[in-house]
């Protein structure tokens, strides 16, 4: 509402529409809650492949909403990159012990997301997801790529040699654009998730005791209780503390 129109845009007088009564906006917002609220409960179990990952997800994600805000729509797609490459590559080092190391070590160079030979088409030639989550990350991918490298309809300013110039105002179209793309990347990524937290049950069922932030196997006790039977930890390579029982339960 307090956007200013700027001198010699075509538009002069932005209509704000009321956005308790917009669907989109309603969509977008409860994938925002929903993603929140499954990072918070993951995050409390410590049971992702790579919480380093995890949390970059909710800096992603809100940047995108207060860049939306802001009415930087460029910018707030831009960000969405980040955010599907931070879900999609723990699947892919969750398979690869080997390259979670070096990736921890900054010893790796990550591949690419979308083409035929990027993570998303390795994971569903594997079976790890299926052709639908693949499809659907590699489109989006690709639509996000424009907005980083430019494509001048991508711009903020877009239409300036055509007298098209908005200028920074409040604009329907491109919000819905996020919106959209914002929404439909939060719920298949959600699917996404749960795919991780299977695998890493799975990985990490018949290990011995390791850190579930870094996965190093060098813990120390710090101290043991009786009642119950339940010892703390600490990892002498990341010094993250944690709790288990004798059953192995965190």
Not at 73 to 87: D, N, P
Not at 124 to 133: A, E, F, N, P, S
Not at 154 to 169: K, P, Q, S, Y
């Amino acid at each position: 509402n307090n956007a200013i129109p700027a001198p010699g845009s075509r538009t002069q007088a932005p209509t704000i529409p009321s956005f308790e009564a917009l669907p989109l906006f309603g969509r977008a917002m409860k994938a925002y809650i929903a993603w929140q609220e499954t990072i918070g409960n993951i995050l409390s179990e410590g049971s992702y492949s790579s919480i380093a990952h995890i949390l970059e997800t909710r800096t992603d994600i809100n940047c995108s909403v207060q860049l939306a805000g802001s009415m930087y729509y460029r910018q707030s797609l831009q960000v969405l990159r980040g955010f599907i490459e931070s879900v999609i590559l723990p699947i892919h080092l969750c398979r690869k012990p080997d390259e979670f190391q070096r990736w921890k070590s900054n010893a790796y160079k990550a591949p690419t997301i979308g083409g035929e030979k990027g993570i998303a088409a390795r994971l569903v030639k594997d079976g790890v997801i299926t052709q639908r989550l693949g499809d659907k990350i590699s489109n989006t991918y690709k639509l996000l790529n424009g907005y980083i490298h430019g494509n001048e309809e991508f711009l903020n300013n877009t239409g300036l040699g055509r007298g098209e110039w908005e200028g920074h105002i409040f604009q329907q179209s491109r919000f819905e654009i996020w919106a959209e793309v914002f929404s439909s990347l939060v719920e298949v990524s959600l699917e996404l998730l749960k795919i991780n937290l299977i695998q890493w049950a799975h990985a990490k069922a018949g290990e011995d005791l390791f850190c579930s932030i870094c996965h190093g196997t060098e813990v120390q006790v710090i101290q043991n209780l009786e009642e119950p039977v339940i010892a703390q930890y600490k990892c002498r390579e990341c010094t993250h503390t944690f709790w288990q029982d004798d059953k192995g339960e965190g």
